[in-house]
């Protein structure tokens, strides 16, 4: 069964079974009868001003299976005002006063009285009739689970149950019509029933029988009597059961009593309840058409994941191959650096050497321009001296004699000087060499020396070579003082800039040690990741495989949950919302067969004609006889013909125990 239907049939059951066909299987406890009270009328009066309202009373004898055997209807007329004529309806076989000796004329199915009886009281007649009756009765015995006749229990000891069903045969078929909540105003053919409440009374003798079991029936025990009394509104079927443990069994009459009575079901009115949920079940239905277009997109995706899942999973075999491979190569790796930095811890002794090397040399360099700026001062005052003893020597060659005197303390100075010169000066130095020769000239001189001529011709010899050395010393002094001292002075300057190099190059090697100290770490460090990530790229690519796979289950839980929903929506929602429209549609028609159920309870005024008897109420007594010994029974009617005799309502009474 689809949703629809079972939803349809679900709130069908709980609405209009609520209403209407809950009695079917259910037993109540008996509240007491339904009277119908006389309404103001003038139909069963002729050519009056009063009215005329009646009691319509079934009187049935039952046998022991339900069977009917008699029926008499016992009607009671009562009115007020002045009534000329009494007209009632219905077929009798024979009709009496039970009252007085007035007699009614009985023609046509009518029965008139002389409305005039009515001021002595009310009018009280029987009727014989073999009419079907609307509710018909069944019993069954059983016996310690077996079926038995019921006149065979008299006598017997054992289990006894009682089954009685009771059927309504009050079928109408007639259109029941009620707004639909989308189609309007419908007519539904329905086959329904006029509700009656039936009434069983048993009274169980407590010296015959015990341990009773009648869980639906009302229990009242006067002394040794337990009176049962069950009601069941039977539509169009009832069921009544109970049991007991006799002894010796005899069996009272069972009584039923009818009268057309609704259900006493309470009003409840779900409709606005249905209506929230039929508004329910609508967002519902768009929330889920926005959710199933909400999941394509990520089917899409997952779809697309899964076309490159491939392509990611050869990338990560790769990265993973390159990581072990850099795995595999980090211990070569770590001993080359290893060895690259005792190279540079080498080549930074060899730069600390070169750099304590420039710093003597520099220190070689300040002594040799100190040593240079000496001889630049003592070729100063012999270049001074030369210049002296070329303008002696001038003079001299001017004033011979005068001058020769003064010749000769120059000699001896220049001579002082040069030996000075070899003294102090490197041999083999310039200077050095110089002293020498002014050293061998003078004594060329002084050997040379011999009278004024041999004089004056050594004074222009002495002249030209004082004029030779005085050009010698000059271009000594130039080249020392233009070419050497700066020379010097430059070579010093490069090494102290060397120097500095060497040192800032020192500081730079430090600092690059430190850094390939920790350079070195961080390989170490590297290296050590490289491993962590080679096992993290094994685990990740297990993991996206995992994943891949629950990708490809997720999207083919999307593909059957958009196929579930569509599916919900089509079959499931759909249908729901069908079937609370319908539910809504049951319900309405359970309150309009309700209503008509109502109408035929309130309509159902009389056994006998019901469509002319107008201001009537009608009920119906049934009873069984009773089962008991043949010599009771016998004894009791030699009791019965020895009593004075009775009338006929005397005797119905009873009849039926009352």
Known sequence: MNMKKMLSRALLFSVVLCFVLMPMGTTYAYRG????????????????????????????????????????????????????????YGQYSSVRNMETSAEPKVQDGQIVWDGQLLKKGDIYYEGITDKELPIEVSIRYFLDGREVDAQSLVGKSGNLRIEIGIKNKLKVTQPITYESYEKGSISKEYEHYVPFLVQVSYPVDLNIFSDVK???????????????????????????????????????????????????????????????????VREIRDGLKQFGAATQPLASGGKQMAEGKQALERGISALVA???????????????????????????????????????????????????????????????????????ANGWAQNMAPGLLQLVNINEEMLTIAQKLVQEQPEGSDLYK????????????IESMGGPESIINSGAQLLGAINGVKEAVDKLKEGL??????????????????????????????????????????????VEGVGDVADGLDALSGNLTRMFTGMDSLVKVLEKMDEGLSAMDSQGLSEMEEGIIQAIDDMRFAKALKRRMEELADGYRSFMDNERNKNSSVQFIMRT???????????AQDVQDIQPKMNLWERLLDLLGL
Not at 229 to 256: C, H, W
Not at 349 to 357: C, F, W
Not at 625 to 635: S, V
């Open 322 to 392: 390159g990581s072990d491979e850099l795995d595999e190569s980090s211990d070569e790796l770590i001993a080359g650096f290893d060895v690259s930095v005792q190279g540079f811890n080498e080549l930074k002794d060899g730069v600390t050497k070169l750099a304590e090397g420039l710093n003597e040399v520099a220190a070689g360099m300040n002594r040799l321009a100190g040593s240079a700026g000496e001889v630049s001062s003592a070729v100063n005052s012999l270049a001074q001296a030369a210049s002296q003893l070329q303008d002696a």
């Open 434 to 445: 110089l002293g020498q020769m002014v050293i061998k000239q003078n004594r060329l001189i």
């Open 481 to 526: 003082d233009s070419q050497f001292i700066p020379g010097i002075q430059a070579i010093n300057d490069s090494i102290a800039s060397l120097a500095s190099g060497a040192k800032a190059t020192l500081d730079g090697m430090e600092e690059y040690q430190k850094g390939q100290t920790a350079y070195r770490q961080g390989l170490v460090k590297y």
């Open 33 to 88: 009868l339904k009277v119908a009270l006389a309404q103001p009328s003038d139909k069963n009066a002729d050519d009056g001003s009063g009215f005329v309202s009646k009691d319509e009373t079934v009187y049935v004898i039952l046998d022991h299976d339900g069977k009917v055997l008699e029926q008499r209807v016992v009607n009671r007329i009562y009115g007020k005002g002045e009534i000329k004529q009494i007209r009632d």
């Open 214 to 280: 009648a869980d639906e029936a009302v229990k009242v025990v006067t002394g040794r009597t337990m009176n049962l009394s069950f009601a069941t509104f039977p539509y169009p079927d009832a069921k009544v059961t109970f049991e007991m443990r006799g002894s010796n069994i005899e069996l009272k009459p069972l009584t039923f009593t009818v009268i057309p009575q609704v259900p006493p079901v309470p009003d409840v009115d779900m409709e606005d309840e249905l209506k929230k949920m039929l508004d329910g």
């Open 625 to 635: 006889r009773e089962i008991a010994y043949e010599e009771e029974a016998k004894e």
